[in-house]
């Protein structure tokens, strides 16, 4: 029989592992209530964004329960990292992965059956094994942990196949509670989470999608490189972020332009050597300031919490995968920003890629069905907060106030006749020439531009030629852009042809025709508050504390360095700025700080008070 607390005193137990180990006050959001929920033995869907604090909910059950708790991740080049930051405080924690040695592997096993760990992270591979299986049968599990659940989703972005697997633990240890977490949480990928891990009668805790931190900006994109640059001098100078790329070339051109303007940036995709690519994330983890260039290869489970943006430089395929990514900006609850440039040839190439992917045709309906939300987004003149939000079923009914179409509300032009110019240049092309042409061709006739292709294929005798030239040739972009993310065209084939769509013929005729909106194109990319702090910030440092902070951070610099850590692993930016703010001058002071526990205290308590007493 398994031992199940009773309820008060499990929460007692649990409120003191918090203070004592993690060294935090009180829970968060709905922390309490899912830790209590599984201490009793209930199982568990947890949904809450990235930063949101996932891990207590299923580490202090893991202590505070009998047993060792196991969690599956298919983070395998994080799991050491994981674990050391655990050992760190005073946890007992270990992995089995295919990058131990057979030596190392029997420790950890040894260890699991003796009682002797708190934790067991397993890649999910691990448990398709008998031998695993059989392993577990032979040591105490207080819970299962399936830590990125939204893996199971197959059509999701990240599915692993391994986690079909993972139902095999419900029916072996149906007494066991499981808890499954993830950021990924629009309805339809819950439900499938739900019953492919067989978690139909869990208990589904949803917390507040919301990151009030992230400062959300999409802006179009011209020259997107001098447009990052400028972004990242005026904004982020000497700050650590991720800039997401679709591929490889570009990952590497990106870096090599970014270190040529004297940014320490370094390049991340599957096409590095894995050495390369460990080296590569490991120097991000541990140093300050480090910019990564990599396609979304990179970023599950990286959680460094001063990450201090996010940038896009090319569209992503969905508003999940957008949201997951902008997502590892700013854990720490410090004002971050995430921001993208996106352009029609973004739209153009999108298309054509859900055109050639393999699949059936319902899965490129449904890559069609993402990209199409993802285009409202970029495209919409609301709050994008509230759209975000509402995509993931939740409302946020007030302007946030902390993106940019909140910050510097777009202007809308009434943009039917000049939609109905191109959509007709569009219909004369293709019936009277039998032609389809992309954009750039489509600018030229409207804007009565002699081209040689122009005059090649004699497109200035057509009687639309030069009825658009209104409007500069950013404009018409801008115009084609935002049909497209309405639907009133589409793009078709290798070069980007544009073609009618059904709901063209609205616009077209005569009487009563569909008005079509659309936003001004910003002439210049209009300056933009700094990006704000979480709902309930870190505590507020004063200014005058900032010497002290850069002081406390040089300490941890060198604490780092000297035991070959990542900074954040001995305590975070908020933490720092809270001793800088509060300079306590006893270890009892000291430990009464968010962030440091009793082994922390114990290990660096007096070496943290003599950094403060230290003259400069
Ligand atoms: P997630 O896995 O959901 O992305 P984490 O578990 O990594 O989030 O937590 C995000 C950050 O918030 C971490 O730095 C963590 O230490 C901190 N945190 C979590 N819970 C609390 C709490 N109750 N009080 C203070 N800080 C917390
Ligand atoms: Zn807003």
């Not at 994109?221 to 990052?228: A, E, S, T």
């Not at 100078?237 to 990106?254: C, K, P, Q, W």
């Not at 018409?476 to 070069?495: C, N, T």
Request: charged share 25%.
């Amino acid at each position: 029989m398994r031992a199940v607390a009773s309820p008060d005193l499990a929460i007692s137990d649990a409120q003191q592992v918090l203070q004592r180990v993690f060294g935090y006050d009180s829970f968060r959001g709905e922390q309490q209530e899912i830790v209590e929920h599984v201490v009793g033995g209930g199982d568990a869907l947890v949904l809450m964004p990235t930063g949101g604090g996932k891990s207590l909910c299923y580490q202090i059950p893991a202590l505070v329960r009998p047993g060792v708790g196991i969690v599956v991740s298919p983070l395998i080049a994080l799991m050491q990292d994981q674990v050391d930051a655990l050992n760190e405080l005073g946890v007992r924690a270990g992995f089995l992965n295919s990058t131990q040695s057979y030596e190392q592997r029997r420790d950890t096993e040894q260890a699991f059956v003796a009682g002797e760990l708190d934790l067991l992270y397993l890649a999910p591979e691990r448990l398709s094994l008998d031998s695993t299986l059989e392993l577990l049968d032979r040591g105490e599990v207080s819970l299962f942990a399936i830590d990125e659940a939204h893996c199971v989703a197959q059509w999701g972005h990240d599915f692993r196949p391994d986690y079909l697997n993972l139902s095999v633990l419900h029916q072996r240890w149906p007494s066991v509670p499981r808890i499954a977490l993830t950021a990924t949480a629009t309805p339809a990928t819950r439900s499938e989470i739900a019953t492919r891990l067989e978690l139909t009668e869990a208990r589904h805790f949803v917390a507040d999608f919301d990151r009030p931190n992230i400062q959300y900006r999409i802006v179009p994109k011209n020259d997107p490189r001098k447009q990052l640059l400028q972004f990242l001098r005026t904004e982020h100078a000497g700050d650590a972020g991720i800039i997401y790329r679709l591929s490889r070339a570009e990952v590497e051109r990106t870096a090599e332009f970014l270190v040529a303007n004297g940014i320490d940036a370094l390049p991340y995709h599957a096409g590095l050597d894995k050495q390369v690519r460990a080296k590569h994330q490991a120097r991000f983890l541990r140093e300050e300031g480090l910019v990564m260039v990599a396609t979304i290869a990179f970023g599950m489970g990286i959680d460094k919490p001063d990450v201090r943006f996010v940038a896009h430089l090319d569209l992503p395929k969905s508003v999940e995968g957008y949201y997951q990514e902008t997502g590892r900006a700013g854990r720490d609850g410090l004002p971050s920003t995430a921001w993208m440039a996106y352009g029609l040839q973004d739209v153009v190439q999108q298309r054509k890629l859900i055109d050639l992917s393999d699949g059936d045709e319902a899965h490129r309906r449904m890559q069609s069905r993402h990209l199409d939300s993802m285009l409202a987004l970029c495209e919409t003149v609301s709050c994008r907060r509230t759209q975000l939000l509402a995509y993931f079923g939740q409302d946020h009914p007030d302007a946030c106030q902390n993106c940019d179409t909140c910050l510097n509300p777009p202007e809308s032009w009434d943009g039917t006749v000049a939609a109905q110019k191109l959509l007709s240049t569009v219909v004369r092309l293709d019936r009277e020439r039998n032609q389809r042409f992309g954009a750039g061709q489509i600018i030229d006739i409207l804007r009565g531009k002699k081209t040689p292709k122009v005059e090649q294929f004699r497109h200035d005798s057509l009687s639309v030629f030069g009825v658009g030239s209104d409007l500069s040739d950013n404009e018409w972009r801008g115009v084609i852009r935002q049909l497209l993310a309405q639907r009133l065209i589409s793009v078709e084939g290798d070069y980007g042809t544009i073609v009618l769509t059904g709901t063209s013929g609205e616009v077209l005729r005569r009487e009563d025709p569909r008005q079509v909106l659309l936003r001004t194109e910003p002439k210049r990319v209009a300056s933009t508050p700094k990006a704000k702090a979480a709902k309930q910030p870190p505590q507020e440092m004063p200014a005058e504390a900032e010497p002290v902070f850069q002081k406390l951070r040089a300490w941890r610099l060198a604490t780092a360095r000297e035991e070959g850590k990542a900074p954040f692993i001995i305590f975070h930016d908020s933490t720092l700025r809270q001793i800088a703010a509060a300079q306590p001058s006893t270890l009892d002071e000291l430990g009464g700080i968010s962030g440091i526990g009793e082994q922390k205290l114990n290990k660096y308590g007096q070496a943290v008070l003599d950094a403060l007493a230290a003259e400069e």
